[in-house]
């Protein structure tokens, strides 16, 4: 080796060096702004659950500020409805758009239909929950929700007077919002796709139905729950649209027409004229569980992901 | 060389400039007041150049806390301080500046609703639960109502709307008392919560057969229906600027003026009527500010009162004016009035 090699390698060693530093540093800055949020959170919340005991109030259903009475299960119930009905909206049209655009459309039109989507992604949460409340809200209470209740009555999730405020139109509307997400992730793993497995199943006779079902699905099925689990963590942490369209009322109710409370619709609503270091640690307390359940649901959404991927492998 | 000296001469000319042109004073606290508030400052502003006023509206709660640790020269609230809150701060003096009521509104019944304090504590206590219910139409004077179910819609927001508006059903109803309470956020018997006084009004206008409250200032901008409710003296008086005004007439007012005029005497009186406050330190640290503080505040309570009126805010009535006055010149800086030295 010469000796002028020598310099630059070594050169090129220190700086290497610097660099994988400098991206560890920046990693570890993501776990270091999460590490001080849970800080904070879990001091102002001590006094709270000091008084109230941390079980009560993950368990409690009362929540009364008056009387410093304070438990998180009608928001925990709250987040998980609305957050389930938007991905059963979401999930089988944000696919369906994803495979029509990626395996049928013309170039043109798909040209045209992602730039609608990515627009639709771009939209402020409190235009659409104002939408929701001008536009969807009236619907759902005149035409939708009496439908359904004539019809599924019988089904304790469409049952009850139909207030056109509630779960359902929270749910649709965080549907709407997280759509995008969903889709245009999916889009970009469909486009990893390899051309050739395509074309191998369609030159082994498939039609595009089984190619798309046979093929298409099984290998990006890891990054269509990657898109879901976006899109999820997005309708978990709504605040605005939900809390102008849910009711805003700390109550378990199994309809779908019933109003109800989510997570972050209560710390926004009440954390700026919060009374007292008990009401404001319940609020912090509440912050706490909504990172515990999305950090749970993203956890099980890793093992279904792990799991589905062995049985692929052994089918 | 020469440019560098050129160059700091400019620096402390400019320096110079900025600390004699604006003297900043800052303020941080309700929501309500705001519009009003700002307009007051920039009118103000025009009389004295000099004198800049910077106000942010985080909340009374905000307010109440910034002015306890200093952190801003003045504070605001809609409610008064509690005892417990003012023994953290003391020498603060609570300055009325303007009144606001708050307004029941409705959709879905027709114009000319009248409600006693009963059926309305009832309506939210969700005991009535149908516009035709015969407690509601057997007021005297009361127009047809349909046979539709109440729905009842309320701040889903800690507000002082919502703690005036309870503060006014517990002294009514003692049922109410016990089993809701007073507060800025509370817990409702029922009904659905909108966020803010936007996210009421937005859902009284969108369903038919609610019932909400909402700022008087709110209520007429947006042109909502509104209730006239009965009065300690058996009247039914709808809320205007001056059934407001006339409600702090009707109650004994203390040299603090911590008091709650809900529910106040007088036949022309608005019963949900409360005042709103700057909060202030009675010795004031700085001196400039201090004067400049107190100078604003006399304005406010005199030439400032005609402002209040156009955008929906009810003057303070004379004899209230008088006392502020008195509570002006206790503001204090080195041991000297602020007024007094002007």
């Not at chain 1, 998980?80 to 049928?104: D, K, N, Y």
């Not at chain 1, 509440?286 to 089918?315: D, H, I, K, Q, Y």
């Not at chain 2, 509370?186 to 009004?201: Q, R, S």
């Not at chain 2, 001196?287 to 406010?300: C, N, P, S, V």
Request: aromatic share 8%; net charge positive.
């Amino acid at each position: 080796m010469s000796p002028a090699a020598a310099t630059t390698s070594r050169h090129a060693h220190t700086g290497d060096r610097a660099f994988a530093v400098g991206l560890t540093l920046l990693g570890g800055s993501v776990l270091f702004v999460v590490g001080v949020i849970v800080l904070v959170c879990a001091r102002l919340s001590a006094p709270a659950f000091a008084k109230l005991g941390f079980f009560h109030f993950l368990a409690g259903t009362d929540w009364n500020p008056v009387e410093d009475s304070f438990g998180a299960l009608p928001f925990v119930y709250g987040t998980l409805v609305t957050s389930a009905v938007a991905i059963v909206l979401a999930m089988p049209v944000a696919i369906g758009l994803a495979l029509f655009l990626t395996e049928m459309s013309p170039a043109r039109v798909r040209h045209v239909v992602s730039f609608f989507v990515e627009i639709l992604a771009a939209i402020p949460s409190v235009v659409f929950g104002l939408w929701g409340l001008l536009v969807l809200v009236p619907i759902l209470r005149d035409v939708v929700e009496p439908a359904l209740g004539r019809w599924f009555g019988f089904v304790p999730l469409f049952s009850g007077a139909p207030l056109g405020i509630g779960f359902l139109p929270a749910g649709i509307v965080l549907a709407i919002m997280i759509l995008p997400t969903i889709a245009s992730v999916t889009i970009e793993v469909l486009r990893t796709m390899p051309a050739a497995l395509r074309e191998g199943a369609l030159a082994l006779g498939a039609t595009r139905w089984e190619a798309i079902r046979a093929v298409v699905l099984p290998y990006a099925r890891r990054g269509i729950l990657g898109a879901v689990i976006l899109g999820l963590g997005r309708a978990l942490g709504e605040t605005m649209a939900v809390t102008m369209l849910i009711g805003n009322q700390p109550e378990i109710h199994g309809s779908l027409f019933a109003a109800g409370y989510s997570l972050p619709a209560v710390i926004a609503n009440e954390f700026a004229e919060a009374s007292g270091a008990i009401h404001t640690g319940a609020l912090a307390g509440l912050a706490l569980v909504l990172f515990g359940v999305t950090l749970m649901l993203s956890a099980a959404a890793r093992l279904l992901v792990r799991l589905s991927a062995r049985r692929a492998v052994t089918t | 060389m020469k440019r560098l000296a050129w160059m700091a001469a400019t620096l402390m000319f400019c320096a110079g400039v900025a600390r004699a042109d604006a003297l900043l004073i800052n303020g941080a606290g309700a929501t309500f007041p705001f519009p009003l508030y700002s307009k007051w400052f920039s009118e103000y502003n025009k009389l004295h150049p000099n004198e800049r006023f910077n106000y942010q509206s985080i909340g009374s709660g905000g307010g109440v806390k910034q002015i306890t640790e200093k952190t801003v020269d003045f504070g605001a609230s809609d409610a008064p301080m509690t005892d417990a809150e003012l023994a953290r701060a003391p020498g603060v003096v609570h300055i009325p500046t303007v009144l606001g009521s708050v307004a029941v509104v409705y959709n879905g019944a027709p114009a000319g609703l009248k409600l006693t304090p009963e059926v309305l504590a009832d309506i939210f206590h969700g005991t009535i639960t149908h516009w035709n219910d015969p407690k509601l139409q057997a007021i005297p004077g009361q127009p047809k109502l349909p046979d539709i179910a109440i729905t009842v819609v309320h701040r889903s927001d800690g507000s002082g709307t919502t703690a005036v508006f309870t503060d006014y059903l517990a002294k009514v109803s003692p049922a109410w008392k016990t089993s809701v309470g007073v507060g800025k956020a509370v817990k409702w018997p029922g009904g659905l919560g909108g966020k803010g006084n936007e996210g009421v009004t937005g859902s009284v206008k969108s369903t038919p057969g609610s019932i909400g409250y909402v700022e008087l200032a709110y209520a007429r901008q947006n042109a909502l229906t509104m209730a006239a409710l009965e009065n300690a003296d058996g009247k039914f008086v709808l809320p205007s600027i001056e059934s407001t005004s006339a409600a702090a007439a009707g109650v004994p007012i203390p040299a603090d003026f911590r008091v709650s005029i809900t529910n106040a005497k007088g036949k022309d009186a608005y019963p949900i009527s409360a005042f709103t406050y700057i909060l202030v330190h009675k010795a004031q640290p700085d001196a400039a500010k201090g004067k400049a503080i107190g100078r604003f505040l006399w304005w406010a309570i005199h030439d400032g009162q005609k402002l209040a009126g156009p955008l929906d805010y009810a003057p303070l009535p004379k004899p209230v004016v008088t006392k502020v006055e008195a509570a002006l010149r206790t503001i204090t800086v080195g041991g000297k009035s602020v007024i007094a030295s002007n």
